[in-house]
C-alpha cells in the first residue's frame, strides 16, 4: 500500500500548498481521502483523475471537501469525458453531506454538478466498505462537526492506514487505531484552545495519541507553515517514540 500526501494545511493553505487529501494506491486499487482546496491540482500531478476508484470525505468543512467542485467539473467538462462512457467515480460522504454539497453546488450556479459526475453516496458509520480489495473502516471523532476517522486496509488485511481527520483529544481512536501500521494526526495547535469547546490538538496530544495506539509510524498534518516544526517534533517526541514526520506535499509512505 502506498500513501501520498497530496494536501496536509489546515483550513488555510500553505504557500504553495493544499488542504487536506490523501491517495493510497494498493495494487490497482485507488482512494482518495478528503478532497479539500488545491487537492484536485495535486491529485493531478500523481495520478489520472479518472482513474480514482472513491474519493472519501471525513466531514464537511470546506478544507476537506470544498475540491469535490473542480473535480466534478473536469469529469463533466473534459472533452474525453464527453464519450459514452465517462468515468464516474464513487463519491463516499458522511451521513446527510449530500445536501451541504448541493447547497455550493447551487451557490456556485451549478447545480447537481457533484451528483451527476460522481455516483454519490451516504456512507453509514458503522459499515465496512469494500473498494475493490481495500477495506475501509470509520471511527467517529469529537470535532466542532459531526467527523470520522478512516482506517484504510489492505484486503488480506496485511497491513492498516489510519486517518484521524480533524479532533480533540478523545480516547476513541485508542482501540480504532491499534497498533495501525501508519497514523496521521492532525497537530493543529500551538497550545490547547482558550475558548469555547475544543476541537483539534496539539503535537504533544497528537505524539499522546500515537503511543496510546501503539502506532508503527506517526505523520502529524492539518499543521500551518506558521508554526515552527522542530517544536512540533520536539513536543510529540515527548509522548512517542516511534518514527514521526511532518507531512509535505508529496510524501509518499509505503507500508
Ligand atoms: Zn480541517
Ligand atoms: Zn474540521
Given at each position: 500500500?502506498?500513501?501520498?500526501?497530496?494536501?496536509?494545511?489546515p483550513s488555510?493553505?500553505?504557500?504553495?500548498?493544499?488542504?487536506?487529501?490523501?491517495?493510497?494506491?494498493?495494487?490497482?486499487?485507488?482512494?482518495?481521502?478528503?478532497?479539500?482546496?488545491?487537492?484536485?491540482?495535486?491529485?493531478?500531478?500523481?495520478?489520472?483523475?479518472?482513474?480514482?476508484?472513491?474519493?472519501?470525505?471525513?466531514?464537511?468543512?470546506?478544507?476537506?471537501?470544498?475540491?469535490?467542485?473542480?473535480?466534478?467539473?473536469?469529469?463533466?467538462?473534459?472533452?474525453?469525458?464527453?464519450?459514452?462512457?465517462?468515468?464516474?467515480?464513487?463519491?463516499?460522504?458522511?451521513?446527510?453531506?449530500?445536501?451541504?454539497?448541493?447547497?455550493?453546488?447551487?451557490?456556485?450556479?451549478?447545480?447537481?454538478?457533484?451528483?451527476?459526475?460522481?455516483?454519490?453516496?451516504?456512507?453509514?458509520?458503522?459499515?465496512?466498505?469494500?473498494?475493490?480489495?481495500?477495506?475501509?473502516?470509520?471511527?467517529?471523532?469529537p470535532h466542532y462537526?459531526?467527523?470520522?476517522?478512516?482506517?484504510?486496509?489492505?484486503?488480506?488485511?496485511?497491513?492498516?492506514?489510519?486517518?484521524?481527520?480533524d479532533h480533540r483529544p478523545?480516547?476513541?481512536?485508542?482501540?480504532?487505531?491499534?497498533?495501525?501500521?501508519?497514523?496521521?494526526?492532525e497537530a493543529t495547535l500551538p497550545e490547547p484552545e482558550r475558548r469555547g469547546p475544543r476541537g483539534h490538538m496539539t503535537p504533544a496530544e497528537?505524539?499522546?495519541?500515537?503511543?496510546?495506539?501503539?502506532?508503527?509510524?506517526?505523520?502529524?498534518?492539518?499543521?500551518s507553515?506558521e508554526l515552527?516544526?522542530?517544536?512540533?517534533?520536539?513536543q510529540?517526541?515527548?509522548?512517542?517514540?516511534?518514527?514521526?514526520?511532518?507531512?509535505?506535499?508529496?510524501?509518499?509512505?509505503?507500508?
Amino acid at each position: 500500500m502506498q500513501v501520498t500526501v497530496l494536501g496536509m494545511s489546515p483550513s488555510w493553505q500553505d504557500a504553495g500548498g493544499a488542504c487536506s487529501g490523501y491517495l493510497v494506491e494498493d495494487g490497482g486499487d485507488c482512494v482518495l481521502l478528503d478532497c479539500g482546496s488545491g487537492v484536485f491540482s495535486a491529485l493531478r500531478v500523481h495520478r489520472d483523475y479518472v482513474d480514482v476508484d472513491a474519493v472519501v470525505v471525513s466531514h464537511m468543512h470546506g478544507d476537506h471537501f470544498l475540491d469535490l467542485f473542480p473535480y466534478a467539473c473536469a469529469l463533466t467538462f473534459a472533452p474525453r469525458q464527453q464519450g459514452e462512457h465517462p468515468a464516474r467515480p464513487q463519491l463516499l460522504l458522511p451521513p446527510r453531506a449530500t445536501a451541504n454539497v448541493r447547497a455550493v453546488a447551487d451557490a456556485t450556479s451549478l447545480p447537481g454538478v457533484v451528483e451527476g459526475a460522481f455516483r454519490v453516496r451516504e456512507y453509514d458509520v458503522t459499515e465496512t466498505l469494500a473498494i475493490g480489495d481495500l477495506r475501509v473502516r470509520f471511527q467517529p471523532v469529537p470535532h466542532y462537526i459531526a467527523t470520522n476517522a478512516i482506517e484504510v486496509a489492505s484486503g488480506n488485511g496485511g497491513v492498516r492506514f489510519t486517518y484521524g481527520a480533524d479532533h480533540r483529544p478523545t480516547d476513541v481512536l485508542r482501540d480504532f487505531a491499534a497498533r495501525t501500521d501508519l497514523l496521521i494526526l492532525e497537530a493543529t495547535l500551538p497550545e490547547p484552545e482558550r475558548r469555547g469547546p475544543r476541537g483539534h490538538m496539539t503535537p504533544a496530544e497528537a505524539g499522546a495519541h500515537a503511543a496510546g495506539c501503539d502506532a508503527a509510524r506517526l505523520v502529524l498534518t492539518h499543521i500551518s507553515d506558521e508554526l515552527d516544526r522542530d517544536w512540533a517534533l520536539a513536543q510529540a517526541r515527548q509522548a512517542y517514540d516511534g518514527p514521526i514526520e511532518i507531512a509535505r506535499p508529496g510524501a509518499v509512505y509505503t507500508l
